[in-house]
């Protein structure tokens, strides 16, 4: 079976009743838990974003802070899982102010792990790959933005 492509299937979503798109809606979040999540993000916390960033920056938090330290084999695997997570959230916003912030923060928390960054190279990749992530996104950002953000990315740096 091939996918339709998004345009007809708005085409097609326009012609469907109220009842029908929601049975459609609930019908897809049972599929996936990331359809599950969007929606949710859709419904509940799309209006308060200050409150979702809040709440992606807490799970980061918690997530450095239940790192295995014992090898940096460890530390590069749960970053990158962190890292996918973070991602996933940032999607789910698709608003730049959102990703800048959540990558920030990120990329603060990394800088705060020990054994420290700095002497396992794939690490200070995933460091640099962020920073330069954050510093194109910024130059999208109004000026004022920007001018506060690359405040914070300088204390970075």
């Known amino acids: 079976m091939k996918a339709a492509t998004v345009?007809?299937?708005?085409?097609?979503l326009n012609n469907c009743s109220q009842q029908?798109?929601?049975?459609?809606?609930?019908?897809?979040s049972k599929f996936k838990k990331e359809n599950k999540e969007l929606l949710t993000y859709l419904l509940y916390e799309a209006s308060e974003e200050d409150t979702y960033i809040?709440?992606?920056?807490?799970?980061i938090t918690k997530e450095?802070?239940?790192?295995?330290?014992s090898s940096y084999y460890y530390i590069k695997k749960s970053v990158r899982k962190i890292l996918r997570i973070s991602k996933k959230y940032i999607r789910y916003s698709g608003k730049k102010e959102t990703e800048v912030?959540?990558?920030?923060?990120?990329?603060?928390?990394?800088?705060?792990?020990?054994?420290s960054i700095k002497n396992n190279r794939m690490l200070t990749n995933i460091y640099d790959r962020q920073i330069n992530s954050i510093t194109k996104t910024i130059g999208t950002l109004h000026e004022d933005l920007q001018y506060d953000y690359e405040l914070v990315l300088d204390s970075l740096v």
């Open 7 to 12: 345009r007809e299937l708005k085409i097609e």
């Open 101 to 115: 912030e959540i990558l920030l923060h990120f990329c603060s928390e990394l800088k705060k792990v020990r054994p």
């Open 64 to 69: 450095f802070g239940l790192i295995n330290t």
């Open 20 to 28: 029908e798109l929601v049975a459609l809606c609930l019908r897809l």
């Open 54 to 59: 809040a709440s992606v920056q807490q799970e």
